[in-house]
Structure formats: C-alpha cells, structure tokens
C-alpha cells in the first residue's frame, strides 16, 4: 500500500515536471534582484564556445589511440556520432540567464552569511588554495574537481560558487537518464557533458574517454563526482564512499600535459534529498521545513510570490572549499613509491577523497544527530552530553587519521554545545527527522525516521572503507541469508581498528540483484535495515576475489556447488573458505563440506581451510542483532579458529568444533525432524511428556547412527555440545510460528510439493521446505547405505510417499548413485572421494577414504555388497540405472570388527564392546576406542555387518516407533 501511494503521488509530480518550460521559468527568475545585478557581470565570457574544436580533437585521439595499440579502429563516422551524443551544448546567451536565475535560487534556498562571499566561512580558510587554481587557469593547465556527491543542488551550486569567485564553468558527467524533459536538457547540456551507463559499447567508451582527454590537452575545467559507486549516484547513507574506477577520470589523466587534480567539499546543514535517499520517500519529502502558508498569508494576492518566501532558507547553511591541489606530475611522482599496486587513476581518486574527509564541515545537524542517537541507545536524557562526546570521538579520529582537528562549522566553533544541540535538532524536527520535544514531561524528542537521524549522523563518520583493501573478506550470496550474514559481519568490522584495512564485499552473479542492492542498500524483505557503509555489492567475480582471504558462502545449497567453483577458480589468496549452508543439495543429496572438499581436492587447494558455520538462527535475528551461538567447525590454525572474531559480536556467541560434516548434518537433520515432530504433534501422536521425551530420546540416537556413518563424530550430539541440542531445539519450538511448518504439519507433503514444483526451494533458508528436502535426502542416504533409521522412513513416506519428482531430479538423483556405486568397486568405495576427517592442508586425491581412529557408536549397521540389489520403491532411480546391478549378488567377504571373515549372509551380533559408547553412553560408561581395521577397503569400519539387500534375504518390517533403540541396544 505505501508502495502504490508513492507511486500515486510522485507520477503526477513527474508529468507536471514534463510540462513545465524551465528555460521560461528562469529567464522570470533572473529578472529578479540581485540576480539580475550579478546576471550583468560577463567579465568571463563565453566557457565552451570552442567545443566544436573540442569534439575534433576527441575523434583524432581515438583514432590514433587505436592505431598504436594495433586495434580495429571504429570508423571516423561512428566516433563522430558517439562525440556528437557526448558534447556539450553550449549557449552563451542561455548561460547569462541561467547565471542570474540560479544565483537567485540558490541564494534564496540555501543560507550564506554574505552575497559577496558565498558558502565560505568568515575566515576564508576554504579559499586557502584558490591560488594555485587560478595560476592553472592563467597558465592553461586543464583542471580536474573531483567532487563529494550529496545532492542534486551539488553542482549548482558549485557552478554558482565559482562563477563568484572568478573561475570558469566546468563540465560535468550527466546521464542520460537525466535528459528525459527537454527543456532541462538544455539546462543541463549548458554545463555537462552526456554519459550512458548501461549498454556502452568499446567504441563508446573510446570516445567518451578520448573527450575527457581532450578537455584536459585544452586546458578546459571539468568536474567528476567521486562517490559514483553506483552509476553515479548520491551517497545514500550519508558516507564518504571509496572512489570506483571510472572512465572519465582516467581519459582526464591521460593527457599529454599536464592536470590540476582539485578535491572540492560540500557540505549541507541539511540535505534537500534526505529522506529521499535514507528512507525511499516521495518527492514531496524535499521540501519539509517549507513555511508554504505563512508565505501565502504574507502575501495572498501575490501566490507566487507568497510560495517562494516561504522556501527561504529551506535547507540551511551549506558550505564550499577547496582541498589541496596536486599537479598531475606531482601526483605521478608519489605514485611511483606506491606500494599498494594501485592504478594511477585509483591513486588520484584516493588521494582526493582523502582531502575531502579531512575538510568536509562538521554540522550542528550532525552532532544533534549524534547526541540524540546515542541518547535513545543509551536510555539517556543528557542530549548535550552525548553530542559533547560524539564530538571528542570525532577529534581523536581526526587526530589519529589526518593529524589534524576536524573543521567545525563556525556557528559549532562559536556557540556553547547546548545551543548547537539546539540548532541542529531544529533542523532535524523541520526535516521531519524527529519531533518535537514534549512540555509536560522530561523526555527525548520521539524520532520518527530511525534512518533518516542514522543519514544526519553518518555525515560526520570520515572512515573510508576500501573494496580492494589489502586484506579481502568476501559474503557470496545476496538472497536474504547472505544479506544478513554481510550486514552482521559489516557491523562487526566497522568500528574495530583491526579491519581499516580489510575490505568487506558482497558477491552474487545477479546484476540486476546486485544493482538493486547497490541503489537502495536493503532488501525488500527488511525494508527497515540498510548495508553498513563498508559493505561493497558487486556482481564481477574478479573484482569481489581478486584479494580475498576469507570467503563466507551464505547460498542455498543449490548454488553452493557453483560458488565453490567460483571461488576456488576466482581467489588465489583465499585461506578460509566458511560454509554458512545449510541443508542437503537437492540434486546430488550432498552437504556443502562435501562439496567442498571435493571441489577443493579437485583444483588443488590444499592450503584452504575448510570451516563449517551453523546456528540456530533466522536472517531477521541477525538483522536485529538478537544474539545466540553460533557454531564454528573445522581444523584449527594454532589453539583457535582466527575466523572466531567475525561472528562473536554484540549478543553473539561462538562455540568451536572440530567436526565440520556432523555440525551440518546436526543442522540438517534437526530441521527434517522439526518438521516431521511437528506433523506428529498436529495428529496427536505426540502429547503425553513420556511420549515427546521418548520421541527426542530416539530421533537423536538416529540422527547420531546416520552422521557417524557419514563421517561426523559422536562429541558433536553430545549434551553439553550446542550442534544438535540447539538447533534441534530451536526447530522445535519455532515450527509452530512457520508459515510453510504449520502447514505441512497439518497436510502431510501436499503442502510443500506444490511449492518445491514451482521452484519455490529458493526460499532460503525456509525452515520448512529445508526439513522437507532433508528429509527425503537423509532417507535416500541411509536406505543406501542400508541404514536403519525407522522415523525418517515413515516422515519420508509422510512427506514424499505419494510423490515423484520431475525427470530432471530423477536423473540427477540416478548420476548421484551410479556415480556413487559402480559395479565392481569395493564395498563402501566410492561413497565419498575425500577424507571422512581431512588434515589441515591436506587432501587425498585417492577415493579410498581416511579412517577415524574411533569406532563409531551404533548398535547395528547394514553395509551394502558389493552389488548391492536395488530396493523396488527407491522411485529416484531410473530403470536405466537400476539395470545396471545384477541379482542375485555373489558372496562377498567382509572383514568384521573383530577380524573374522563372514558370508553377507551371516549377521554379526553386536557385543557390548561395541556398544561401549565413547561418550557416556546409557549402556555401560566411556570406554577405550575400537581398534581400526586393516583393511582398506572397510568404510564403516568397527560395526556390526548384515546385508539385508542380497538376493534371498528378506527385508525385515518396519520396527515401531518408540522404544525401538532401547530394545536393540538390550
């Protein structure tokens, strides 16, 4: 409904705009004083009238560019064309006018302590340069601004502040999405020069790049907004955003003379786009704080009149200065003894963006901003105060960074911090920030945009956060998971002094989800949370790991397989890669540390370490930050995982494991359990306390049965181990409060197949459709391995017993097995082609798999033969597939724990040694672990054997529910 709203408001806006002659409107406007008295001042004349020139010697340097690195040149003809759309249209006449009519609007709109020194402090200090910049005019040097983008109005005023102060109108970079009305086209075009940002071709961007050179060969002045991360848009958090690499600023460096590179500073008191920018608002939300029927009562026979009074002053004091100026050659100079490996063109940008946070004005707005957001945080009443230390905050950064004091707005420098607090919480109240302060009681001003004081705040932070630092963290994933994960991480990073010098970027290969991020910084699933500044999307897989050392895979477990392949093929300085996956590949029923190590195996990564994180944890609860344990599995580099760090934050807690494939089956299974617990307690299976107890007593045994099999250790299901407990838990209680959980719980699998055939598995990470595939996963795994595990036989009938899955997963679940198992392969050979438990550093390249040096902890176990006979309702097997096992299958030989030799047919009773549990087990106590067999070839090593799948051995029935482990194990 919001939606449709602004929609509704903002299109009659737009095609009111459309309709309007702007060139009319302000030729009305310079007629008006003192514009019209200021219009009148030439004493620079015409700017661009040689752009004729300027487009010629564009094509010429194109041309000969091509020719010398040997390239097929685009023809004469399209260059031109592309020259002809980039050009400027300059009217000299049109900017007389356009003078005098801006210098009143922006006069009129923002304040200024006098009309002959414009957006200047009374001390001139942001004019300390200017004398460098006019000896590059006197000489002819072309001069490149680059510019901090906050507002529309920036280069407005930045043109009018200028003009003032005698330097010539520069040219700057226009999309092309801003030309859409005609007649602020020619506005536009008297000053800019046109660039497309989507769909460029290379002969494009030639001629955009070769223009930029020619205005710098012909001493022509020409602006470049820094902050153009995302198609040059404006900051929209309020940050100082690490430069991109553009074009225009390279082809501006490549001239064969030399460049003045200027950093420029804007700074507002209050910006017109504010709530635009930080909440996504209307149009209308610019002109909050307008006293619209004040002026109308001033003057009602003169409306318009009477609506422009009371815009007067509408967005405060702004301010304009001028960083130091270095020469091209003096910039070329210092970059020689980089050592950062940066390109010239990145070293320029940094350096100016640099300049610019140290000088950029800290505002009253800002530190109100500050003072009453600390306050709410803290309960506190002593708004002053807080602002008070905000502020030391901010010199001590300074000092640490710049070694240099901040530079105050002089209203802050000669005002007592109440007064500021009170300027600036003015400003935020007209702004529609907060409200006003309540008489009849002692309280904080209610804050009706928690965004919107987070974008006034964040304008006083001078952190820069590089995507190229020397250290890269990387988040793959941009679905809600990944988002939550990256914004965690963000908000761990930003404030600790130990990751200045780390990156932090978001990957995934959607351009359009990746843009969509980059421009609104949120997800429509939190529409109330925002990316921290230091969060970099990005959608270029070079880009995002050209410097990544950790990688943290935040994806469904469909894409887990092909991010892995990125990664490993992408990121050569990776050294920990954390799988953040959770649940069974719906195709190969394989988790992601299988994956994994295979994938890593495969490229020949055995300096990668392998981690598995898991918690019991929604992406809201990590986009509110309301804590709990994670836990974190894998070889350990010295006493502790170094990753541990990232994710102990605020709230959060970290446990450590070393059994990265039992914590992600714990995960797994305890949603396939929830879900099916929940189906039992829908149909009054389950409500007596002794029948839930037994319930959770025997699904945990079964799960520990299923991943000892796989792999994972007994420790992980241990009680005082959060792996299983937690998780288990938390799927538990939270089932009943899941759309897609109470749902299946009360239809069986009809309400999720409807879901899963319309592709809705990328709902991730839903609960519900995770237990769901889990489920069938973890049957098909234990059927074929010949596992007994009775409640994931009948939850898989439940759920999936009357329904097949399409063709394709038919035939992807077909090349899982037949690759799995092939006719002549030893028993157990084959089912996983890396280590159970692989060393750090280390992977095996051969399929036969590393033992563990325990015995696992079942009562009993089934082991398929070596032809093993296919199970007539395994219904994911193709005939195709199925054929290919013979029947009966032969005797095979089996080395048994105890070192005997045994026909398939003869079954093992289990002895109480073998029971012996290595934990506490309720059979006897701990005792000493199993001795491993000799044999290669036995990947279940230590277990009692029966082969219930040969030829003549019948299938035993399907065991009751509770009670049944007890009574095996006695």
């Known amino acids: ?504 970027s978001l990957f995934d290969g959607d351009d359009q989800l990746v843009q969509d991020i980059a421009d609104t910084r949120s997800r429509p699933e939190f529409p109330d949370a925002r990316l921290p500044k230091n969060v970099f999307p990005t959608s270029d897989a070079v880009e995002a790991f050209r410097k990544a050392n950790d990688v943290i895979i935040a994806a469904p477990p469909s894409r887990a397989g092909q991010l892995l392949s990125t990664v490993l093929g992408s990121a050569p300085e990776l050294r920990s890669l954390i799988l953040s996956v959770r649940g069974f590949d719906p195709l190969t029923h394989r988790l992601a540390v299988q994956m994994a190590w295979e994938a890593a195996a495969a490229a020949g990564r055995p300096d990668v370490n392998i981690l598995a994180l898991s918690g019991p944890f929604e992406p809201q609860d990590l986009i509110t930050d309301k804590g709990g344990l994670w836990i974190l599995a894998g070889p350990r580099r010295g006493d502790k995982h170094p990753e541990s760090p990232l994710f102990r934050f605020g709230r959060f807690k970290v446990r450590e494991s070393h059994d990265p494939l039992g914590v992600e089956i714990a995960a797994s299974l305890a949603d396939a359990y929830s879900l099916y617990g929940a189906y039992l307690k829908a149909h009054r299976e389950l409500t007596r306390p002794e029948e839930l107890a037994t319930f959770v007593v025997e699904v945990s045994a079964e799960a520990k049965l299923l991943a000892m099999a796989l792999g994972g250790q007994a420790d992980t299901f241990d009680a005082d181990s959060p792996a299983w407990l937690a998780e288990f838990v938390f799927g538990a209680l939270s089932a009943n409060r899941l759309a897609t959980v109470k749902a299946a719980a009360q239809k069986g699998g009809e309400a999720l197949k409807e879901l899963v055939e319309e592709g809705a598995t990328e709902r991730w990470p839903d609960r519900g459709l995770l237990g769901y595939q889990a489920i069938h996963s973890a049957h098909l795994i234990a059927k074929h391995i010949s596992l007994k595990t009775p409640h994931l036989e009948r939850a898989d009938k439940i759920f999936w017993g009357s329904w097949a899955p399409k063709d394709d997963q038919r035939a992807d679940a077909g090349r899982w097995a037949s690759a799995t198992w092939q006719p002549g392969q030893a028993a157990g050979d084959g089912f996983r082609s890396v280590p159970r438990h692989p060393s750090p550093g280390a992977f095996r390249t051969s399929r036969v798999p590393e033992f563990s040096t325990t015995a696992p902890e079942p009562a009993s176990i089934s082991i398929p033969c070596r032809f093993p006979r296919p199970v007539a309702d395994f219904h994911t097997f193709p005939k195709a597939v199925l054929r290919r096992f013979p029947r009966p299958c032969p005797p095979v030989a089996f080395k048994a724990f105890t070192g005997r030799l045994a026909r398939p047919t003869v079954a093992f009773k289990a002895s109480r040694a073998a029971l012996a549990f290595r934990d506490r087990s309720p059979v006897r106590g701990p005792s000493k672990p199993a001795p491993v067999p000799a044999d290669p070839r036995w990947s279940w090593h230590a277990l009692p054997v029966k082969c219930n799948l040969c030829a003549g051995h019948p299938q035993p029935e399907r065991p009751r529910f509770r009670g049944q482990i007890q009574k095996r194990i006695r």
Request: glycine share 8%.
């Open 1 to 504: 409904m919001t939606v449709s709203l602004k929609a509704l408001f903002n299109k009659p806006v737009k095609a009111a705009l459309r309709r309007v002659n702007f060139v009319k409107l302000l030729e009305r406007i310079s007629l008006q004083e003192p514009g019209k008295s200021y219009g009148a001042r030439d004493a620079l004349g015409p700017a661009f009238a040689d752009q004729d020139q300027i487009a010629r010697l564009a094509v010429d340097l194109a041309e000969r560019a091509a020719e010398a690195k040997g390239d097929r040149a685009p023809s004469r003809h399209e260059l031109q064309g592309h020259v002809e759309l980039i050009s400027c249209r300059y009217d000299w006449e049109l900017h007389r006018t356009s003078k005098a009519a801006f210098f009143n609007v922006i006069t009129h709109l923002f304040d200024t302590a006098s009309l002959e020194s414009l957006y200047v402090s009374k001390d001139l200090r942001e004019l300390r340069h200017m004398d460098k910049l006019k000896k590059a005019r006197d000489d002819g040097v072309g001069i490149l601004y680059l510019v901090n983008h906050t507002s529309h109005f920036d280069e407005f005023i930045f043109d009018v502040f200028l003009d003032s102060w005698g330097l010539q109108l520069p040219l700057f970079a226009a999309g092309q999405n801003m030309m859409a009305t005609p007649s602020l086209t020619r506005l536009f075009m008297l000053g800019s020069y046109v660039i497309v940002r989507k769909g460029a071709s290379r002969s494009y961007l030639s001629a955009l790049f070769h223009y930029c050179q020619a205005l710098a060969e012909m001493g022509k002045p020409q602006g470049i907004f820094l902050e153009a991360w995302s198609g040059g848009a404006r900051t929209r958090d309020g940050s100082l955003r690490y430069p991109r690499r553009l074009v225009t600023i390279q082809g501006a460096l490549a001239a064969r003379g030399d460049v003045l590179v200027q950093p420029v500073v804007v700074s507002y008191s209050r910006v017109p786009e504010d709530l635009d920018l930080s909440e996504g608002k209307s149009l209308w939300s610019w002109i909050n704080g307008a006293r619209l029927a004040s002026g109308l009562a001033r003057n009602p026979f003169s409306p318009l009149e009477g609506l422009a009074s009371g815009l007067k002053g509408l967005f405060g004091r702004t301010f304009v200065g001028f960083g130091e100026g270095r020469h091209l050659s003096e910039l070329k100079e210092e970059w020689s003894r980089d050592a950062q490996g940066l390109e010239l063109d990145e070293f320029t940008a940094l350096y100016a963006i640099k300049e610019i946070a140290r000088d950029k004005k800290i505002m009253a707005s800002q530190l109100a901003a500050l003072g009453l957001g600390l306050a709410a945080r803290r309960g506190s009443l002593d708004v002053v105060g807080c602002a008070e230390e905000s502020l030391e905050v901010i010199r001590d950064y300074h000092g640490r960074v710049f070694d240099a004091e901040p530079d105050l707005e002089d209203f802050v420098r000669a005002k007592p911090m109440a007064e500021v607090v009170e300027d600036g919480t003015r400003s935020l109240r007209l702004r529609r920030i907060v409200g006003a302060k309540p008489w009849f009681r002692r309280r904080l001003p209610r804050i009706i945009s928690t965004h919107g004081l987070s974008y006034y705040a964040t304008h006083s932070d001078r952190r820069l956060y590089s995507p190229a630092g020397k250290e890269n963290m990387v988040v793959c994933g941009a679905g809600p998971w990944g988002f939550a994960m990256v914004t965690l991480v963000g908000r761990r990073t930003i404030g600790d002094r130990k990751f200045h010098n780390s990156s932090l």
